[in-house]
């Protein structure tokens, strides 16, 4: 039904979602990708709502995980 939409209105199908931690290969993406194209869509939108602006130039994702086991969490 979405693809139908997509061509009988000329609309752009992008597919939005989180891509790997920064410690795990980079295949998911790749395959996100990959999958996101063989159902037709048009791109995929990763997304970021956790960081501060050096988020975008430093990865953070790690430290944050070891802090929370230093707490207990």
Known sequence: MLIDRK???GQVV???GS???IE???IQPTAWCIDAWTL???GVLPWQTVGRPESWKKA??????????L???
């Open 19 to 21: 891509t790997n931690p």
């Open 14 to 16: 992008m597919e939005y």
């Open 7 to 9: 061509h009988a209105f």
């Open 60 to 69: 953070v994702g790690k430290r944050v995980r070891e802090l929370l086991r």
């Open 71 to 73: 707490v207990g969490t």
């Open 40 to 42: 037709g869509y048009d």
């Open 24 to 26: 795990r290969s980079n």
